[in-house]
Each structure stands twice: as structure tokens, then as C-alpha cells.
């Protein structure tokens, strides 16, 4: 493709989803379409039940759509076999969630290595290890990787899910409420995290209910009652190095020995 800058990781044509449980239709989404470009930073928002999980599993290749079209990456996945979906996902997607989703006896390399383990990407266990090293360096985890997620903060735990999302070098990383367990400050650096890597070229869909957390995205899409009810770049976004800076004073006096350590 000619220009980089302008190809389309995801369109969404039209998508609606009805749930059908027993004798009531819930029409979740009813009829979204978007285009997101490669190397966008998407917060998607809305209240309560306004369709937002329900367009995530349908982006995240977790579930169909009732009508319409979603091609990810070019190709069109709406249709696709269960099992195709899930090919899809190992080959294009990256998933980060609320609760991180590690597996708690186990080291974060393993942890980050695991999606590739099943998938048919053909690495030695040497060159997976490289690899898993590499992206945990690159949420500022390096030589933590022997530790088990208890060992960890939840912020750190945070960083390993992404650079668990990170191991197959995604089109898109999906992240459903990833602030949503973690206190303001470790907050902001985990949206340093998506910055920096938003800034390397990664498209990025987010959830998430905090207004301040959205203003750390290029874009915000507003849903309501199934569809988009807003969708705009945000007009001043928020540098998250720099809200760190200014924060660090007030952290580095309640708590003198954090950053020696961090
Ligand atoms: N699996 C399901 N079966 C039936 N109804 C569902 C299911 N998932 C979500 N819904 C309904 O679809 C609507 C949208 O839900 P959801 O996508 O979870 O919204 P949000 O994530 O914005 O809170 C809600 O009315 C919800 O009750
Ligand atoms: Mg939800």
C-alpha cells in the first residue's frame, strides 16, 4: 500500500447485534459504522449497556455480528467460521482487560509468551523467549520477567497483560476498561504505555467510562441506546509522560522510596 498513514485497520459497515434470549430480542447494537485508521488511538465511551462489550467482542473477533460487515485489516471477518475467528485473533489482535487476566502462578514471560504457544507462528522456544523479553522490556518490565503476577503491583500486572497483548506485533490491540482496577497515577502510566506505543504506529481501541482517561486517545466515540451518538479527535489531548512529571513530585513526597525503586 502507497501511503501507510491513510490505510484502514478497521470498517465497520452497518454492524448490529441482537441478542435473542428466550422470547426477548435485545438489539445491542443497532447499526455502527465506523472506520478507524491504522495508528489511531480510539476511546470508545458510553453508559451502562449502550453496546460498548458487545461492539468489542464483535471488533475483538469473539462474536458476529447479527447484520452488517467488519473488515479488519482489509479483510472481511463478519462471516468467518468460529475457528477462522480465532486464527484471525492470534494472527491480528491484541487483548488487554480489566482484570488482566494472568495466570497467577505463572512467570510473566510465561504469561506473555502464552498466546503464541498455540498459535501456528512457527518460533523456537528460544527465539519466543527473545521475543517475550523484548516486549516486556518494552512496558518497562525488563528482569522482572521470572516474577509470578502476585509478586507484581497491579499496575506492573497491568504491563504484563499488555505486553502480552504485544507478542504477536498486532494490527490492533483491544482494551476493554484497562484502568478500571488501578489507582490514578499507575492509570496514567499505563496510558503512557498506549501513547508510546500509539506513537510506534499501534492502532488502539479502548473502553473506558472515565473522561480523563479518554483524553489520553486521538478520538472518542460516544455510544448510546446501540449506536454512535459522537465521534470526534479530541481537541486537547493529554501528554501522559508529562501528567506524570507533574504528579511525581507529590508521589516522590508521600512515598520517598518508590522512585528509587521504580
Ligand atoms: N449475551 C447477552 N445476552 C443478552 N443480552 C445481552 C448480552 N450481552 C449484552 N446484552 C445486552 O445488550 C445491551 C448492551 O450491552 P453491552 O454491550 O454489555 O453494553 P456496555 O458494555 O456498554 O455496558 C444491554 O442491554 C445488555 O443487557
Ligand atoms: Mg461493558
Do not use: W
Amino acid at each position: 500500500m502507497a501511503d501507510s498513514s491513510a490505510t484502514v485497520a478497521v470498517r465497520l459497515e452497518d454492524i448490529q447485534k441482537t441478542y435473542r434470549t428466550g422470547e426477548v430480542d435485545v438489539k445491542a447494537v443497532r447499526g455502527v459504522s465506523i472506520e478507524i485508521a491504522q495508528g489511531e488511538f480510539v476511546a470508545l465511551m458510553g453508559s451502562s449497556g449502550s453496546g460498548k462489550s458487545t461492539l468489542m467482542n464483535i471488533l475483538g473477533c469473539l462474536d458476529r455480528p447479527t447484520f452488517g460487515r467488519y473488515f479488519l485489516d482489509g479483510e472481511d471477518v463478519s462471516s468467518l467460521s468460529r475457528d477462522a475467528l480465532a486464527d484471525v485473533r492470534n494472527r491480528k489482535l491484541g487483548f488487554v482487560f480489566q482484570n488482566f487476566n494472568l495466570l497467577s502462578r505463572t512467570s510473566a514471560l510465561e504469561n506473555v509468551e502464552l498466546p503464541l504457544l498455540y498459535s501456528e507462528v512457527a518460533l523456537t522456544s528460544i527465539e519466543l523467549r527473545k521475543k517475550a523479553e523484548e516486549v516486556l522490556a518494552a512496558v518497562g518490565l525488563e528482569g522482572r520477567g521470572d516474577h509470578t503476577p502476585s509478586q507484581l503491583s497491579g499496575g506492573q500486572q497491568q504491563r504484563v497483560a499488555i505486553a502480552r497483548a504485544l507478542i504477536n506485533d498486532p494490527e490492533v490491540i483491544l482494551a476493554d476498561e484497562p484502568t478500571g482496577n488501578l489507582d490514578s497515577r499507575t492509570s496514567v502510566e499505563v496510558m503512557e504505555i498506549f501513547q508510546r506505543l500509539n506513537d510506534k504506529g499501534i492502532t488502539i481501541v479502548m473502553v473506558t467510562h472515565e473522561a480523563d482517561i479518554a483524553a489520553y486517545a486521538r478520538r472518542n466515540i460516544v455510544m448510546k441506546d446501540g449506536l454512535v451518538q459522537s465521534d470526534r479527535a479530541v481537541a486537547e489531548r493529554l501528554n501522559a509522560l508529562a501528567e506524570l512529571e507533574t504528579m511525581t513530585t507529590v508521589d516522590a513526597l508521600a512515598h520517598p522510596a518508590t522512585n528509587v525503586s521504580q
